[in-house]
């Protein structure tokens, strides 16, 4: 079990991709606009499922290229990719036999766009993963909308005709998957989400489950959209995310977050022992918003020079002073020091290991190091950056230290 977690562990960063029928309205539907998250539209604005599944014959994103897809993902250094196969409208993003509202049967587009995107995962050893909605489904009578009272409705006939045959489909269909993620559990009982998590079990033993597939029973933590616990959390977490305000795209939202917060964020939630799954919305054509391509190109350049003090890092414990300036990763026998603000040094106070050496990690530049002079802290360290620093958003010192483990020590009078 612990090792079918580690390439998970390691990886900590993924693309999540939200692509559905909702990308043709892009946000507005009939003159009217949502502010809410565009994936939901067909929920918010209302809309009859009749109305919201002849959308199907208008799909047809010509643009959808796969390839270029996870070449995107695979540039911005992330490990793995979650596609959304089936999101609370009910439609499958994939070719399912047990319901012909799907991608191939439904929509003059006709291509299986998840088969599409696993193959280019194999080519470029990227993990394929699928997002199941397992209990939500606004296109099945009897699938949880909402808050809804499920008064009338047969919540098994719709696991047993639809969401049980379609997971299965999922795990059978694409070959070794990395994960299933499965989103908002509702109000299903143990025993329901036990068996959804068992049906992966026993198709893909190694296949991960994420923590919303409810009562606790995923294989790690999945902390709120775009939440990130403030402290070390100890467990196994992801965090899924947007870059802009959205999931699906809408073409109104203009919530686009900076390379240099969504770089912080990485890092902050690495820090904190955590996976970041960052999403792109492609649009009704099949093409990934400029505004996204631009922000994962500039985290892809950070990643190639910097990706060690990433992948397979392990949080450290919490440094005992309040620093905004940046965030610690480690490796056994490293501190990776991660710097956001320009600084001429950094202190390292309270140290509990002996440095041996600091260097800069994007050019293996050696960099000063001197115990602090100062009386009040024995284990002190103080690094020197050089004033000919290469332009980096995060400049990341590494330290190689006597010990294993890095400590901080706490603070005492
Ligand atoms: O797939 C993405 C979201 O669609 C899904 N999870 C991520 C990964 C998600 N499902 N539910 N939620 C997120 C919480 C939804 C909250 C809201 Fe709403 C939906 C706020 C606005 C629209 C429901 C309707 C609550 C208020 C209005």
């Given at each position: 079990m612990e090792d079918m977690k580690k390439w998970w562990r390691d990886a900590k960063f993924g693309m999540f991709i939200h692509w559905g029928l909702y990308v043709l309205l892009a946000g507005e539907y009939k003159g009217q606009k949502t502010d809410?998250?565009?994936?939901?539209i067909m929920h918010d604005l209302d809309i009859p499922v009749e109305e919201y599944q002849a959308l199907a014959a208008r799909f047809n994103p010509v643009h959808f290229d796969a390839d270029k897809i996870v070449r995107l993902c695979r540039d911005t250094g992330m490990k793995y990719l979650v596609f959304t196969a089936k999101h609370h409208d009910g439609f499958a993003m994939y070719h399912s036999k047990a319901s012909g509202y799907n991608i191939v049967d439904a929509t003059p587009f006709g291509r299986d766009a998840a088969m599409e995107l696993k193959e280019a995962c194999d080519r470029y050893g990227i993990r394929m993963c699928f997002y199941y909605?397992?209990?939500?489904?606004?296109?099945?009578?009897?699938g949880f909308e909402d808050a809804k009272p499920m008064d009338g409705k047969d919540f098994r006939r719709y696991l047993d005709e639809k969401c049980v045959p379609q997971v299965k489909e999922l795990l059978t269909q694409?070959?070794?998957?990395?994960l299933i993620w499965y989103d908002?559990?509702?109000?299903?009982?143990r025993e329901d989400c036990l068996a959804m998590r068992n049906l992966v079990r026993e198709a893909q033993p190694d296949c991960l489950v994420s923590g919303r597939v409810g009562h606790g029973l995923g294989d790690y933590m999945t902390t709120g959209d775009n939440f990130i616990p403030l402290l070390p959390y100890g467990k196994d977490f992801e965090v899924p995310a947007t870059?802009?305000?959205?999931?699906g795209y809408s073409s109104g939202d203009t919530r686009w977050k900076s390379p240099e917060k969504l770089l912080r964020n990485l890092v902050k939630i690495v820090s904190r022992g955590g996976n970041y799954l960052l999403n792109i919305g492609p649009d009704a054509l099949g093409d990934v918003p400029e505004k996204s391509v631009e922000a994962l190109g500039v985290i892809g350049e950070f990643m190639r020079l910097n990706g060690e003090s990433i992948y397979a890092t392990r949080p450290v414990p919490p440094y005992p002073y309040d620093i905004d300036w940046g965030y610690f990763t480690a490796k056994p026998g490293k501190l990776y020091i991660h710097v956001f603000d320009d600084m001429p040094d950094v202190y390292l106070i309270n140290m509990g290991n002996v440095p041996r050496r600091a260097y800069l990690l994007c050019d293996g530049r050696p960099l000063e190091l001197r115990q602090r002079e100062t009386c009040e802290h024995v284990h002190s360290w103080r690094i020197f950056l050089p004033e000919d620093l290469p332009r980096q958003i995060d400049t990341v010192i590494c330290v190689e230290v006597e010990e294993q483990d890095i400590r901080f020590e706490e603070i005492t009078d």
């Open positions: 809410n998250i565009a994936e939901w909605s397992q209990a939500q489904d606004w296109h099945h009578p009897d694409y070959g070794p998957l990395g908002t559990p509702m109000d299903m009982s870059i802009n305000g959205t999931w």
